[in-house]
């Protein structure tokens, strides 16, 4: 059975925009990057927002949750904002339990040519391939219990809450 | 404990020389390519060769399993040139029962800039951390048993030898 | 004798701060980008600010200028954020004669890997050596009088103000 | 009037055959790194041939240079390997007079992702349109006559033959 991908937005996603000088969304390249990981594991991909995590709204994970609960694939990657990656695992944890669910993401944007997101992809869909249900975080080549795990804002890194 | 990596050579290594317009072989990308991942999962690199797997001789294979073998981590990822890539893990899983291997590359050089390296390196990672002992090989997003495997090449992709 | 080569920032320049997702200004990259172009060209490089030149005063031009007028160089490359380039060049036409200015940018910044600032230098370069003395403005390919050009806010393409 | 651009292949515009682990040339990149140089000089393209410059013959040249004697542009961009870059250049000055004609290269391969090329590119571009009738090598930043330069087949670098 194919993998559900579900995009979010997130630093991954995000493009320079010369006319303003500003980062901004625009199509995502999650796509792009499977294509160029010659990716040939079967994935069904939908963009559900594209947002700064900063910026997702309890009503925005809500959505998340809803589509989660929903798919009739049981194995999940959601590409998401690294700000708030560990409260919406959070929230999926407490709502869905019979799925694996990967959340993964950038620190630096795919376009940027020296992102971690392409890492970061390659390991999401092994981890989902491979773990048993649960939500997951995958950052940073470790893969985080969704209940036990948050990012240090100082150093860019994420860590256990407890060990 | 830390995950071995051994270093083979192969594409992934492979960089232009411009005095003579070939491919050769300098130094790994490897650690560099970890340092843009942001991996922090413990690893221990070291390079065992640097040759392109189609001139990788029976005793170059035997040097890779004496070297599993050795090892005191139970989880190695070998880098590899994709040719030959099967028949190395064919080798090291009649040799190697105990410890959970896993044998990555890529059809692109790192160096190239649109390299599937740094997905399968990420694949690879996660694939280690998680599969029980044995041999496999993860290219495309997948995941192989090391002795059901071949690599197509017509079409350059990975594929079970019997489904 | 050497070209003088001044640095003023602009997206040029800019990075991405991957702790608080914001662009900014770190060491300039042109040594890296010379060396990448494999310049023989000598050349002296001296970075006189390190600005968004929408954030530009008129006391950072009169500076500008001053270098300009001191530089015992007289072909000079100066690299600039696009949003006021045609007002610094205006400024440097009427108060240096004698020398050839070349003011260049760049639309996406180095870093994003899909940068024009590569080949936008390696015009200025040629533009600063084979041109009389003036002020001119390097961009899209063209070279165009300092006095005469601004940037079109809306396509982002230079243009000559009346042709 | 345009600026006509006529490509022979070299370094420039090979690829990574992920096949065959060779380089090859499929079709030429240069349409591609004028768009990313947001080049706005009217340009007319055509492809003269594919070829290795060791592999160029004495009939390949005698092709060029009717090319160039024929267009009815008199501003001319040659795409040629640095191999042979000087041995044409050579040929041109003896045939064609009242014509600029510039010939630039590249020492890795555009799509490598470190390619000088687009800085050459940028650089002939300006060169080409400023200097006078003849021929000439554009690289390293230099612009060198066409009957007095070489490769420096050592250090890879064009030089004079004779300062």
């Not at 925009?17 to 079967?42: A, C, I, K, W």
């Not at 709204?57 to 694939?73: F, N, V, Y």
């Not at 993964?104 to 392409?118: C, H, Q, R």
């Amino acid at each position: 059975m194919s993998i559900r991908i579900f995009i979010t937005g997130g630093t991954f996603d995000k493009e320079y925009n010369e006319l303003t000088g500003q980062l901004y969304f625009n199509d995502s390249h999650l796509p792009e990057m499977l294509e160029l990981g010659r990716n040939l594991v079967p994935v069904e991909v939908r963009t559900l927002m594209m947002v700064d995590s900063l910026e997702m709204t309890g009503d925005d994970r809500e959505l998340i949750a809803e589509h989660c609960r929903k798919s009739k694939e049981d194995k999940i990657i959601i590409t998401h904002g690294t700000d708030t990656m560990a409260e919406t695992a959070k929230l999926l944890a407490q709502k869905i339990k019979d799925k694996t669910i990967v959340i993964t993401g950038a620190m630096i944007p795919y376009k940027f040519g020296s992102s971690d997101g392409l890492f970061n992809l390659g390991s999401a869909l092994a981890f989902v391939q491979t773990l048993p249900p649960g939500v997951y975080v995958a950052m940073n080549g470790r893969c985080f219990n969704g209940e036990n795990v948050r990012k240090n804002r100082e150093t860019g890194v994420f860590e256990e809450l407890k060990v």
